[in-house]
């Protein structure tokens, strides 16, 4: 007598976490920090805003194409652990029960924040290109399209990213409530910063909405867990 044996299935190895959040995190701001840390050194000033009087704008960009380069890819290259961080906490959510709006809110503001950074990163690539300086006009519109996507259009999704995970991890007790509340803090300034875009005055929020929510991420990474603590009563709907 003969038997069949059905082959054996290929074994699927499973990585229900994700990549790691708190790596995620510390790579996109290291990456950001060392553009803004190397241009500054190498231009010996800070990159221009589009509040700058235009003579300081036009010679910046006239002496320093190389800074200014330097600060465009290390600027398009923080985007990318940025959106794959935003894709990974909103699936982790999801995976500890969350069914409330906050997981998509956090993937779309993520998603919208890495895109503003690669896209003012591309701007600023652009600016560094040697026919540009020639056309005063385009140097303070691609100025100001840097700025405005690098600055407001990137941090206040950053915010929506930030607020997205924050409040189903506090809802779920899957956060401290400490950490919960201190990135909606974080979140309403990030909003906030948008007001830059009618008062220079409200542009302080922005390295403030910007470090304090990268700051955020990493710490919300670490203590995210990847499987729902027991005890933690009925999930979020």
């Known amino acids: ?19 790691p959040l ?14 803004l840390i190397a241009s500054t050194a190498m231009a010996g000033a800070t990159f221009p805003s589009p509040f700058d009087s235009g003579a300081s704008i036009l010679a910046y960009f006239h002496g320093h194409q190389d800074a200014v380069k330097v600060s465009a890819f290390f600027q398009f290259a923080a985007a990318v652990p940025l959106a794959i961080y935003a894709a990974t906490a ?13 997981a998509s809110i956090a993937f779309v503001g993520g998603a919208l924040a890495a895109a503003f950074l690669a896209i003012s990163g591309v701007v600023s690539w652009a600016l ?7 056309s005063p006009p385009l140097v303070r519109a691609l100025c100001a399209l840097s700025f405005a996507a690098g600055g407001p259009g990137s941090v206040v999704p950053l915010g929506l990213l930030i607020a997205g995970l924050a409040v189903p991890a506090a809802v779920g007790a899957l956060l401290p409530r400490w950490l919960a509340a201190t990135g909606l803090v974080i979140a309403v300034a990030a909003e906030f910063s948008s007001l830059c875009l009618l008062a220079d005055g409200f542009a302080y929020l922005l ?17 995210l867990p990847k499987i729902r603590p027991a005890g933690t009563g009925p999930n979020p709907a």
């Open 90 to 102: 909103s699936a982790r959510l999801r995976n500890l029960g969350i069914r409330a709006p906050g």
């Open 207 to 223: 390295p403030a909405a910007r470090f304090g929510g990268l700051a955020w991420l990493i710490t919300a990474g670490a203590l």
């Open 128 to 134: 560094a290109q040697p026919a540009v300086p020639a």
């Open 22 to 35: 708190t790596g995620l995190a510390a790579v996109s701001t290291v990456l950001f920090l060392t553009g």
């Open 1 to 19: 007598m003969y038997t069949t044996e059905a082959p054996p299935r290929p074994m699927h190895r499973q990585f229900p976490g994700g990549p």
